[in-house]
T-cell receptor, first 112, second 114 residues
Framework: GENVEQHPSTLSVQEGDSAVIKCTYSDSASNYFPWYKQELGKRPQLIIDIRSNVGEKKDQRIAVTLNKTAKHFSLHITETQPEDSAVYFCAALWEGYSTLTFGKGTMLLVSP | DAGVTQSPTHLIKTRGQQVTLRCSPKSGHDTVSWYQQALGQGPQFIFQYYEEEERQRGNFPDRFSGHQFPNYSSELNVNALWLGDSALYLC?????????????FGQGTRLTVV
């Protein structure tokens, strides 16, 4: 099955700095890669996703890049704000099962 | 338009007991997936239901079973609870035939086994 590795497990930045979270996946058949933000005690919420026919996607301060050859994808958050503090999960859709495989998460802390 | 709803929000059970968790999918969605999220971990796939049948299953024992009803709502049952079953149980709904579309999560059921 699919295996998703996520790094780092924790990330502390100053407000206004950029944050980058990286994930690798194992199944070359995966073709959909969403990122979820989970605040304490709340449900995971989709913040951005990318499909395999695209190398980069941007939505305001958030961007995701995908390298299918290397089988890795990254989340980039620019001009971080304290409200960006949360746990971020990457995921990959294993096409054979149409279910999401998640990374273990990155706790992002943005200090004012 | 209601999103994915789960009940109950919190539950405390004793080891060995059985528990049933419920999920109503987002309006228009017909596929329900269940995930277990242990503290500090990412969600782990349990199983997925479509057309009232279990279509896919993750690496979970037979103590975990489920059901989907004609209105697409779903239940997750766990028998003979272990302490290690304590976790946040998340339900996600999606639309069959649109594999590469967003999965919407419910707020989860926090299960504590004592």
């Amino acid at each position: 099955g699919e295996n998703v590795e996520q790094h780092p497990s924790t990330l502390s930045v100053q407000e206004g700095d950029s944050a980058v979270i990286k994930c690798t996946y194992s199944d070359s058949a995966s073709n959909y890669f969403p990122w979820y933000k989970q605040e304490l005690g709340k449900r995971p919420q989709l913040i951005i996703d990318i499909r395999s026919n695209v190398g980069e996607k941007k939505d305001q301060r958030i961007a995701v890049t995908l390298n299918k050859t290397a089988k890795h994808f990254s989340l980039h958050i620019t001009e971080t704000q304290p409200e960006d503090s949360a746990v971020y999960f990457c995921a990959a859709l294993w096409e054979g099962y149409s279910t999401l495989t998640f990374g273990k998460g990155t706790m992002l802390l943005v200090s004012p | 338009d209601a999103g994915v709803t789960q009940s109950p929000t919190h539950l405390i059970k004793t080891r060995g007991q059985q528990v049933t968790l419920r999920c109503s999918p987002k309006s228009g969605h017909d596929t329900v997936s269940w995930y277990q999220q242990a503290l500090g971990q990412g969600p782990q796939f349990i199983f997925q239901y479509y057309e009232e049948e279990e279509r896919q299953r993750g690496n979970f024992p037979d103590r975990f079973s489920g059901h989907q009803f004609p209105n697409y709502s779903s239940e997750l049952n766990v028998n003979a609870l272990w302490l290690g079953d304590s976790a946040l149980y998340l339900c996600a709904s999606s639309l069959e035939g649109h594999m590469n579309t967003e999965a919407f999560f419910g707020q989860g059921t926090r299960l504590t086994v004592v």
